[in-house]
């Protein structure tokens, strides 16, 4: 059978990377990022039989990766009538194709983020993930890996990685990109840079929407039309994706984070808590309860940090904080005093050193797919008021005015990164699965 594919710049110069290490498609919206790394997978397979190889595709989320990716990949083999050559197992959301696998995962699939080597990776969106998750991907990747995302951002650990491994400052990157038809190459790195334009099967009506993302918003038009490098106008968790629930599903479990100040200091700091769950269930994410407010007390905190924990109905079984080396030496201080003082054993308290603006994106992509769901009663309340307020206003912590609070969406994503690091949101993990099984079972 003869197939003739669709090929733009794109596919070419990302197809032409052999033995590159990292190929990087950094570019606005359209311009056959996606659609040209899945057809060079889909080939690579077909012309290397019984090669064996594995190639993995990874996105945030296993739900977001079946959303996107998977689901244009089912279209590319319906696309090209190649079923007959394309063996595919849905519950292992793998391809076999002529004696190699593809499989599409989730960063949230520990055992895969983390489990056995593969020839190539796909990151998609790879702004989404952070550096972390990019170094387990990297350690078990033997041969390329692949990269794609809109330049939403000015300042990004992608960009740090390509200058080290490349050698390469950014801006002689840049130069060299506008040089060189959107291209920069070296031994390690590849960096191929796109808009709509590089994709000539674009429809009139799609081409004059993106054309006309100028009249609304500059940097959204550099960013999806013109491909360059910027901060999206606009507050990071936007109000339009805001959403409540009113039942918590049953196989909820989570945990307490707390970002504490105290306010004696004179600078009126609020400290914030939330109690956020997740379900395997659903996917998603609940912050049943907040507090942010101003504490003058220590002893005062911990009362309402323990009246969260005790209604938690033996959900939350973990408790955070943040805090660096002296914050945790003091607060220990504070609980052993605050136990010694009410005669009781005070729950075990992690303290976290989490960088916000490197794990920010994740957060703001869960948001943005309508993922985190507040308790429908929150924002009824002078907490919760003041807990969405600043949620709703936060521009990333380099951009935090003085005067500003930025102690709300600060808990909000250290409780999404401490859900994470307690493997509580892997879906996959039988150890995890029991966990939950037992916890619910004996409430």
């Known amino acids: 059978m003869e197939v003739t594919f669709k090929h733009t710049r794109i596919f070419y110069e990302t197809a032409n990377s052999r033995g590159i290490r990292f190929v990087v498609n950094e570019g606005g919206t359209r311009s056959s990022k996606t659609w040209s790394l899945l057809t060079l997978f889909l080939l690579k397979c077909l012309s290397n039989p019984n090669a064996g190889k594995t190639t993995q595709i990874f996105r945030k989320t296993l739900t977001a990766c079946h ?70 991907i990297k350690m078990r990747t033997e041969n390329q890996i692949f990269m794609d995302y809109n330049p939403s951002f000015t300042d990004s650990w992608i960009y740090d990685m390509m200058e080290v491994e490349s050698k390469t400052p950014s801006e002689i990157m840049l130069a060299e990109c506008k040089k060189n038809n959107g291209v920069f190459t070296s031994e390690r790195v590849k960096l191929i840079q796109s808009t709509y334009k590089d994709n000539p099967y674009l429809s009139p009506e799609i081409i004059k929407d993106i054309e006309n993302l100028s009249a609304y918003d500059d ?113 220990t201080a504070h609980v052993e005093n605050y136990a010694k003082i009410n005669r009781m054993q005070f729950p075990v308290i992690d303290y976290k050193r989490y960088r916000v603006d490197e794990t920010l994106k994740s957060t703001q992509y869960l948001w943005n ?35 500003n609070h930025d102690d709300a969406p600060d808990a909000m994503i250290c409780s999404v990164n401490y859900l994470q690091d307690l493997g509580l949101i892997n879906q996959n993990n039988n150890v995890i699965n029991n966990i939950f099984k037992n916890i619910i079972g004996s409430n």
């Not at 089912?74 to 696309?79: N, P, R, S, T």
């Not at 050559?85 to 895969?112: P, R």
């Not at 056995?116 to 998750?133: G, L, P, Q, V, Y």
């Not at 307020?389 to 003085?402: A, L, N, P, R």
């Open 67 to 136: 959303r996107t990716v998977y689901k244009d990949f089912c279209e590319l083999v319906d696309f090209y009538n190649l079923w007959d050559y394309v063996k595919q197992n849905k519950s292992n959301s793998t391809f076999e194709i002529n004696g190699n696998l593809i499989e599409f995962c989730g960063a949230d699939q520990a055992q895969k983020l983390r489990g056995a080597k593969r020839c190539d990776a796909w990151i998609n969106e790879t702004n989404e993930f952070s550096d972390e998750e990019f170094k387990q």
């Open 219 to 331: 940097n959204d038009y550099n960013v999806y039309a013109l491909g360059i490098r910027s901060n999206p106008s606009g507050f990071i968790f936007k109000r339009v994706y805001y959403e409540t629930y009113e039942i918590l599903p049953a196989d909820c479990i989570g945990v307490l984070y707390c970002d504490p100040n105290n306010a004696r200091k004179g600078k009126g700091d609020t400290t914030a808590i939330v109690k956020m769950l997740y379900s395997r269930e659903t996917g998603k994410f609940y912050i049943d309860d907040v507090i942010c407010r101003n504490f003058t007390s220590p002893n005062i905190l911990l009362d309402n940090l323990l009246r969260m924990y005790s209604t938690g109905n033996g959900r939350i079984r973990f408790i955070g904080f943040d805090g660096n080396f002296t914050q945790e030496s003091t607060w």
């Open 369 to 403: 797919d309508r993922q985190i769901l507040f308790n429908k009663n929150i924002e009824l309340t002078e907490d919760g008021s003041r807990f969405l307020g600043q949620v709703y206003t936060f521009e990333g912590k380099k951009k935090t005015m003085v005067g």
